[in-house]
């Protein structure tokens, strides 16, 4: 009897956690791990952070190491695009046109940095970033230092790019279209935190910002400019607009899309055998009983290993708590919960938010739904024991130091 084969569109993390898994897992048959770029699988957090800022080395960033794909009979095919699949068939196309039997299809195709549309959006040095191309090229022109950078966007990758340039010595300005940077993520008042830190560390922000167009030419930008009329002078554009789910192979072979592709628990689509995982997807969530989107890197890992789960018969089912963090200047956060329930809920503070170390509990009733700890370590593991007990909690006692976290869970 052939060996069964599980065919992984694309190799990024969640793609490459699908395949580790699924050999962590006992499964002996084929693995075939396609991805678009030349690269093997590897993580981008580093890509604004500590390669970005130089700390850490290109290397540092891949999922595994070299030689594991072979050691772990995984077929590695490096710029390999998938186009579209049967599912009847069990049948995969690639754009090229070779077709591929699969047992299992796992997409993992993941997102795209979204574009300017602008005038001037594609002139030379306006940047986006997404792979480790784009980070060197970055990192390289930030590396000059002494050089007008202006960042689009006052998400996180903004915010963290703003961070990597200041430190090579750049004046940096940051254009968002939000009143407070990263509302959108932890609401206006965490935001404004975030926004003062910048601003200690010298960056200059246009909040509710409507970039119009970039003036300037192939050599690079000179003038970024708002619908109010500010001409913001720039030698590096870094546009961090968001990012758009890799959803064509999908939508091509009649998946259901609703920003992202709709998956169960278990990760599966609603056409039999075929999967997918990470940032291309908005699966189910148990706990919270709906969809979220979650475009992270332990949604990454989460995703992969229930899918593997599922794929050789385990119990399947995404249960992690979404989590993510970010490091700019001296500062380091981590966030668990569930954003969606966070949005307006109340925010109680634990520790000193002045000197930025602290926790912030965003509660909807009395129960927890989202907690950040900044510059506060250890913690995260008792938040998310706090977020998933459901327990109602104290106020005061919450916001107590001396009250350790473990208390409250347990009543
Ligand atoms: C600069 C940056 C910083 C980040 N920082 C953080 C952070 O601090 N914390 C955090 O939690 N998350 C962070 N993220 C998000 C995190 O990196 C993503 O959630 C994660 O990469 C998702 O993994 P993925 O495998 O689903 O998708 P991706 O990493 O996007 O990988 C998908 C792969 O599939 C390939 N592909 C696309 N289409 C096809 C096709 N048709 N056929 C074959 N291959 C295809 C793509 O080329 C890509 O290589 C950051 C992201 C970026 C860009």
Partial sequence: MPKPTVVIAGA???????????????????????????NAPYIRPPLS?????????????????????????????????????????????????????????????????????????GHGAVFTLRTIEDSDWLRAALAVGGRRVAVIGSGWIGLEVAAAARGYGNDVTVLGSSAVPLSKAIGAELGSVFEKLHRDNGVEFFNRASVVA?????????VVVTRDGDRIPADIVVVGVGATPNTAVG???????ENGILVDAAMRTAVEDVLAVGDVT??????IERHLRNEHWAN?????????????????????????YSDQYDLGMEYSGYAPLAADAEVVYRGDVDAREFVAFWLRGDRVVAGMNVNVWDV????????????????ARLADPGVDLGDLVTG
């Fill in 12 to 38: 990024g993390l969640a793609g490459a956690t699908t395949a580790e898994q699924l050999r962590e897992r006992g499964f002996g048959g084929r693995i075939l791990l396609l991805g678009a770029e030349a």
């Fill in 300 to 324: 990454a890992i989460a995703g992969g290993t229930v899918a593997a789960r599922a794929i050789v018969g385990e119990h399947a089912s995404y249960d992690e708590i979404p989590y993510f």
């Fill in 49 to 121: 952070k500590e390669y970005l800022t130089g700390q850490a080395e290109r290397s540092a960033a891949f999922v595994h190491p070299e030689g594991w794909y072979r050691d772990n009979d995984v077929e590695f095919l490096p710029e390999s695009v998938a186009g579209s699949f049967d599912g009847a068939a069990h049948e995969l196309f690639l754009a090229g046109g070779a077709r591929i039997t699969f047992d299992n299809l796992v997409l993992a195709t993941g997102a795209s940095a979204r574009k300017l549309t602008v005038p001037g959006a």
């Fill in 380 to 395: 995260n593991d008792q938040v998310q024991r706090l977020i998933r007990s459901g327990a109602p909690v104290d106020r």
């Fill in 214 to 222: 970039i003036d300037g030419d192939d050599d690079g930008p000179r």
């Fill in 251 to 257: 939508e091509r072979s009649g998946l259901s899309v």
């Fill in 282 to 287: 908005n699966p189910y969530l148990p706990a």
